[in-house]
């Protein structure tokens, strides 16, 4: 492939962003028939445009065969550039809808499911202040969440840290991640256990209580396994073991059992369903909870109110917050 050295005559005149866009269906479907079908067009009519473009660049952009297509080296180098021009189109167009409507717009953004309950209080105060604002948000796990960020499906993630990246960590490189707080884990029990009058418990007292842990090796069970060998305990009576954070606080709430909650959630579901943490002596292992964007990606107007509200409501709610933008 030659050096294309005119790019207003060569390129600039021929490229549209139609063929762009022909060309990530046909991508993204591997099969000219099939994307023919889902732009409504004849297959003919997609053939001619791809070829017009690799004729316009001077080079394949895919590998044809019986079962399809399939992208070459250079195809995936134009997928991967044209993917991320065409998403600082879009943020242009948000950005000028903000302007336009500094009070209206779409925010898509990633949660697991375990995390999702400090949000209730953070997005009832954002919506009163923004009522025109959207917010979409999807509850799977960190791989889907990261593919999509990458493919620019969504705007950021919030994430619990299995600990705080490292330099020599490259795995995420392409990603931002910047500190909101440090999540603890706290013991609690119901309002009307015997336990919630106490000013101070000792985990020993605790041991023959019935206890409700996520299953190992979670967080959760894990602090709590170290604490037991640290005294020489032996593990609490675990009569329950799930990862619903709903079901641990609706069954603790009786006053019979016990179990533990970092403390965001802890501090969200107290009052809700009548909890109490526990004065409990426990190491300590923080939960970092981040928030994570992808570098080199200027997110929109709205989404930026949107972290800003989310950031200053954190700070307020948890005092353990680490320090701001890693």
């Known amino acids: 492939m030659g050096k294309i050295v005119d790019w207003d005559s060569h390129i600039g005149r021929r490229l549209q962003l139609r063929d762009l866009h022909v060309f990530f269906v046909v991508a993204r479907m591997g099969s000219l028939a099939k994307a023919a079908n889902h732009l409504n067009v004849s297959q003919p009519a997609i053939s001619q445009l791809i070829a017009g473009l690799e004729d316009a660049l001077g080079t394949k952009l895919f590998d044809r065969s019986s079962r399809g297509v399939a992208l070459t080296p250079f195809g995936r180098a134009l997928l991967a550039r044209g993917r991320a021009a065409f998403d600082e189109l879009k943020q242009g167009i948000r950005e000028i809808e903000f302007l336009s409507a500094p009070t209206e717009g779409e925010i898509k953004f990633g949660c697991p499911e375990g995390l999702a309950p400090i949000l209730p209080p953070i997005i009832e105060s954002f919506s009163r202040d923004y009522p025109g604002i959207i917010l979409d948000i999807y509850e799977e796990e960190f791989a889907t969440f990261a593919a ?95 990862f619903s954070i709903h079901i641990r606080a609706s069954m603790v709430s009786s006053g019979r059992f016990i179990t533990t909650f970092p403390t965001s959630i802890a501090s969200f579901y107290a009052e809700r369903f009548a909890l109490k943490v526990l004065q409990v002596d426990l190491p300590r292992h923080p939960w970092p909870v981040a928030i994570l964007t992808l570098r080199n990606r200027t997110v929109s107007p709205v989404v930026d109110l949107f972290l800003d509200h989310l950031r200053n409501s954190t700070a307020s709610m948890y005092v353990s917050r680490s320090s701001p933008r890693q």
């Open 148 to 242: 999509k960020l990458r493919n620019r499906n969504l705007d950021f993630v919030l994430q619990r840290l299995h600990g705080r990246p490292r330099a020599e960590d490259h795995a995420n490189d392409d990603l931002n991640v910047e500190m909101l707080f440090d999540d603890q884990l706290v013991v609690v029990a119901g309002m009307g256990s015997r336990w919630s009058r106490r000013r101070k418990v000792d985990l020993a007292e605790l041991i023959d209580e019935p206890w409700i842990l996520a299953t190992p090796p979670s967080w959760n069970h894990r602090i709590i396994t170290e604490a037991c060998q640290l005294r020489g305990l032996s593990m609490p009576k675990v009569v329950l073991s799930t």
